[in-house]
């Protein structure tokens, strides 16, 4: 009887680490770098006044191109970690330059188009965050963003914007540092905002006994702009 309780407990250990294998296979990922400003050329500087709108980018990987995203640390029963990286490429939005001041920004991502490098996890968000109800992410600034100077092409510019972030139907007023370059031709802009899963009422995605998920992350943008005619 020993013996053969031992046998079932080898044989129930050899599940367990087939099964978390089996998991890590399909759900382990490679991180994806975070967003950085791109040293383009300068061209001859035109007009910054003005509307400007996101267009997809300037190339076709994700360091060239618009996107709004979301990372998040992932936790495997065998106590290895995963670094998330989900991102929507389809995003519009604009903003509008008067001089020192951007006087207005808004953004709007579709949430049922994040993906990341597995099928499974992506399904695994989309009804989290109830895409087919919630399809959209938006964000919409509050008040201005003022600068001490009109920006020149090719300076790089740090500043924050307030304003209204709304996920899975759930609006919150935040602060978003951002970073931002014009290169006489296209502005690029950069942001994280940290956010706490629960304060958009999402439940966190899990495969219960082996793979959860932690109860906080960031929310990513790169957008490219160019104004409007």
Known sequence: MR?????????????????????????????KPRAAIVRTAVSVEGALDGTWTVVPGTGTDDATTSWVGYRINEHLVTAVTNTIVGRSKVVSGTLVVNGATVAKISVTADASKLTTDRALRDNSVRSALETTKFPVATFASTGPIRLAAPPKAGELVQATVTG??????????????????????????????????????????????????????????????????
């Open 3 to 31: 013996r053969l309780l031992k046998v079932l407990s080898a044989l129930v250990v050899a599940l367990v680490v087939v099964s978390v294998a089996g998991y890590w296979f399909l759900l382990r990922a490679d991180a």
């Open 164 to 229: 209204d972030f709304t996920l899975h139907g759930v609006t919150r007023h935040v602060t978003v540092p951002l970073q931002a370059r014009w290169d006489g031709h296209r502005i690029q802009v950069i942001g994280e905002l940290p956010i706490s899963i629960a304060d958009y009422h999402v439940s966190i995605p899990e495969v219960r006994g082996f793979v959860t998920a932690d109860d906080h992350g960031t929310m990513e943008l790169q957008l490219f702009f160019e104004r409007r005619p």
